[in-house]
């Protein structure tokens, strides 16, 4: 039997990448009762990955490390390891080296960014909704800082109906988690990803309002 040789999945950050919930297509996880929707993705089982993760009820992976990190926001349900039960709305940061042997009761839909993290970032982060802290900026926006180290900023935006989100210029990547999102590309509901090269510069709006997930300067972004 022959296999196609793996390709690697939108690694160019240079270039803008939307993927609609209707665009993405899951995969079953050979580890575990585990799906994924793969976002981008550097190698098949190994190096840069950003996924949506779906852990079905009962569901436990086996312990593993992280060469480079993990990076999960929780969009559903309860995702558990040794460490603790975290619910929709949790983040959590594991520093490279980490072990873990992650699992889900009642089953849950994750957001993960594994071996991604900077250069001698060591933090590790449990940050439940109760633990994080929002903001109102000037502009008007609500923002919760749940991470920043060496240029690199992770926060939770919110942005009112009618309002155009002031996101940083530069590259990064946002995870839209409520509401909605326009564009010249069109309509972006909940659960659509969008990296881009200057997020500041793709004319984003909002007619209903939003909640977005927004990685800026990422790691590798360019």
């Not at 994924?36 to 190698?43: G, I, Q, S, T």
């Not at 390891?81 to 042997?101: I, K, N």
Request: proline share 9%; hydrophobic share 40%.
């Amino acid at each position: 039997m022959t296999h196609d040789a793996f390709v690697p999945l939108n690694m160019d950050r240079r270039l803008a990448v939307c993927i609609r919930p209707a665009d993405q297509v899951w995969q079953d996880a050979p580890q575990a009762p585990i799906r994924r929707w793969p976002l981008e993705r550097e190698a098949p089982e190994s190096g840069q990955v950003t996924s949506l993760v779906e852990y079905l009820p009962e569901a436990r992976f086996p312990e593993h490390r992280h060469p480079n990190g993990e990076e999960i926001y929780v969009l559903e349900g309860t995702f558990s390891d040794e460490t603790g039960d975290y619910p929709a709305g949790s983040y959590l940061r594991s520093p490279a080296g980490s072990r873990h042997s992650p699992f889900s009761e009642p089953g849950c839909l994750i957001f993960v960014k594994l071996n991604q993290f900077a250069e001698h970032d060591s933090v590790t982060l449990r940050l439940r909704p109760s633990e994080q802290k929002w903001a109102k900026r000037a502009d008007g926006a609500v923002i919760c800082m749940l991470h920043r180290f060496a240029g690199e900023e992770t926060v939770l935006y919110s942005c009112a109906a009618g309002q155009a989100p002031n996101l940083p210029a530069g590259p990064g990547e946002l995870l839209v988690l409520a509401g909605s999102l326009q564009s010249a590309e069109g309509d972006m509901p909940p659960l659509t990803w969008l990296r881009l090269p200057d997020l500041a510069g793709h004319g984003l709006a909002s007619r209903e309002g939003a909640v977005l997930l927004v990685k800026s300067a990422a790691v590798g972004a360019v």
